[in-house]
């Protein structure tokens, strides 16, 4: 049964035969199964930035795939769907 779906805000993510590695930009997200979005972790991100641990850029970015997230899940999900569908 579905327990649901994560998404982390990252960067530079490479895909090894049977490693992932990327740059985390703090911010979690997590869907129910009913469609239900929690963001995790904003308080990590503006400490991150606070303490200069992440710049601006790395910082606009996590926004940005908080923004994509929190305006167009289904379509954000319907991707991600699809894309494990393929494997």
Known sequence: QLAGYRFDACRDVI???????????????????????????????EAALALGLIDDTDYDLARLAHDLLTSDLPT????????????
């Open 76 to 87: 954000v999900l319907a991707e991600a769907i699809a894309l494990m569908e393929r494997r």
């Open 15 to 45: 895909f090894g035969p049977d490693f992932v590695e990327f740059t985390d930009l703090y911010l979690d997200f997590r869907v129910t199964p009913d469609g239900t979005l929690t963001v995790e972790d904003e308080d990590e991100l």
